[in-house]
């Protein structure tokens, strides 16, 4: 009888997995089942963890880099050995290149059979090597509860991002006692440590407000690693107590609201160039800021880089670094300020001119924005789009946008009003993200609707994932913006097309008037062909009501836009 009992209680590592991840507060995860990781999975379900099944791996690595944003803890994805690992290393790259926690842990070949040509063989621990901040292999079921931990840990801590915990077959094949699982469990949560985030200095703080007050044209910068720091409210407040103008980068949209009187996006250009002090807060100066660097920005501009991560400030050179969160950086920075409070008026020349540049630049796009073009080109549907969303209030969808000119556009026209509100292609200008970080902000912020805005390019990456929206019935709308292909139709000069292939569609070429919307309705969900401002205002109202998954087919002009959208020089 004690014998039956014992066999009774034993866990196997799927179940040990599971238990551990549980322990850490994780709730959900992502990925594609298969050999060996599918009981994993099913063992996860059982404890309370939410499991979304894509079809593709590399749309759940990006859902789980995406979710390790939007909720500060890492994402977790699953994936089968070998190809499934490679699969999986779209995300862990993602998550690395925009700095988000994320686990990736797979599956693998037995250990005793590998360098024999086994099933799936792969060394992942060297696969991932490039993209992770730290990777472990389970080599027995008692290093599991340490090993999930660590991975944990890693991701999340100082400058997130991606991590990877490889499990071999045979090790999830392996089992303990019930008592000894537990034992393994606790010893292995009481000894997490975390490393202290390092607190900016008195004298640091002091230097950084010297220079603040001593501009004669300050702005202050923020991007992603302010939003992940939940750095919003100190943000309001440095830029309400100071009155100095602000610039987010694309995802940084919404941390303050894009209508706030000392936004400066409209007037990038100016504020960039001729700004004298910059205080970069969560944001790296590279491409997407200009590397700091002339003729974008003036020769003599001083930086204040506030980063989490001191190889960043190493790297870049600043003025004065501060070594720091965001949130606790600003907290104290602003509690100094308060102190001994300073404020540039609205009459200030620097924000006159700010404000001015904003005024006429608003003011020509409102002018183009107020065509109705049809065909359409992109400004129509994309203001058509933006007054839909401004009509839901609030909680503001989250929206999702990736393409060339459909994100480049969107970028300009589409308001962000409440932080953590914009998904786009982000550091690494990564095409095939949409639908993986719809579901990943469809699961993270259940109340609100998500709204993506894709090219058909960008869409076609990830399109069978729409299956995956209805299956879990997920408020979410996909806009799709039907150019014809790849920035459009055939952009080709009559000299290019020649040779034995010159018949060929060309290589920016798709199916022309392809039936996008009827690829969601082969799985139940509700599909749109719009053409007209009032078929794509109908279908917008129908759909945000609904709150269903739904695809709505926007018939774009092939010729509008331009090749490689704001990129032309990179082309």
Request: with cysteine.
């Amino acid at each position: 009888m004690a014998e039956s009992g014992e066999k009774s209680a034993l866990v196997d590592c799927n179940l040990l997995v599971a238990k551990a991840l549980v322990r850490a507060g994780i709730d959900r995860m992502f990925g594609v089942v298969g050999i060996p990781v599918t009981s994993l999975a099913n063992r996860a379900v059982a404890l309370g963890i939410r499991f979304i099944a894509f079809h593709n791996e590399q749309s759940a690595g990006y859902a789980a880099s995406a979710y390790g944003y939007l909720t500060g803890r890492p994402g977790i994805l699953l994936t089968v050995s070998g190809p499934g690992c490679v699969h999986g290393l779209a995300g862990l790259s993602n998550a690395a290149a925009n700095a988000w926690p994320m686990v990736m842990i797979s599956g693998s070949c037995d250990q005793k059979d590998f360098g024999r040509g086994d099933f799936q063989e792969l060394d992942q621990i060297a696969a991932v090597k490039p993209f992770v901040k730290f990777s472990v292999k389970a080599k027995h079921i008692n290093e599991i509860p340490n090993a999930v931990f660590s991975v944990l840990d890693h991701a999340g801590s100082g400058r997130p991002g991606g991590c990877y915990l490889d499990i071999p077959s045979d090790v999830l094949h392996q089992t303990v006692t019930e008592s000894e699982a537990n034992k393994l469990l606790d010893e292995a949560e009481s000894s997490r440590k975390i490393d202290p985030i390092k607190n900016v200095t008195k004298d640091e703080i002091a230097k950084a407000i010297s220079l603040i007050r001593k501009a004669e044209r300050p702005l202050i910068v923020f991007g992603k690693g302010a939003a992940i720091a939940r750095a919003e409210s100190e943000l309001k407040d440095l830029v309400e107590k100071t009155g100095i103008p602000f610039l987010p980068t694309p995802m940084g949209k919404g941390l303050l609201p894009d209508s706030h009187d000392l936004a400066a996006t409209a007037a990038r250009s100016l504020a960039i160039g001729k700004c004298d002090v910059a205080i970069v807060i969560g944001a790296r100066l590279n491409w997407l800021l200009h590397f700091g660097e002339p003729p974008k920005w003036s020769k003599d501009v001083k930086f204040i880089l506030i980063d989490i991560d001191e190889e960043e400030i190493s790297l870049r050179k600043p003025y004065l670094g501060l070594i720091g969160d965001a949130k606790s950086t600003l907290k104290v920075l602003n509690k100094e300020i308060k102190d001994d409070p300073f404020c540039l008026g609205r009459s200030h020349p620097w924000i006159e001119a700010i404000t001015n540049k904003v005024k006429e630049n608003v003011s020509k796009m409102e002018e183009q924005l107020a065509k109705d073009v049809v065909p359409f080109n992109f400004l129509t549907p994309m203001r058509i789009i933006r007054d839909a969303i401004a009509g839901l209030g609030s909680p503001a969808p989250i929206l999702v946008s990736e393409g060339a000119n459909t994100m480049d556009v969107g970028r300009s026209v589409l308001v962000q009003m409440e932080p953590r509100t914009r998904l786009d292609a982000g550091t690494w200008g990564t095409m095939g993200v949409g639908l993986g970080y719809c579901i990943a902000a469809a699961v993270a912020s259940p109340d609100r609707l998500v709204v993506a805005v894709e090219g058909d390019s960008g869409f076609g990456f990830s399109a069978m994932e729409v299956e995956t929206l209805v299956r879990y019935q997920l408020p979410v709308v996909v806009i799709v913006f039907n150019n014809g292909g790849v920035y459009g139709g055939d952009r080709r000069c009559p000299n290019e097309i020649t040779g034995p292939y010159k018949d060929d569609p060309a290589p920016t070429s798709f199916v022309p008037g392809a039936a996008y919307h009827v690829l969601i309705e082969a799985f139940g969900g509700k599909g749109y062909l719009v053409g007209t401002p009032e078929e794509l205002k109908s279908a917008l109202a129908e759909s945000f009501s609904a709150r269903k998954p739904a695809v709505i087919n926007v018939t774009i002009d092939p010729y509008a836009g331009a090749e490689s959208g704001r990129m032309q020089h990179k082309n």
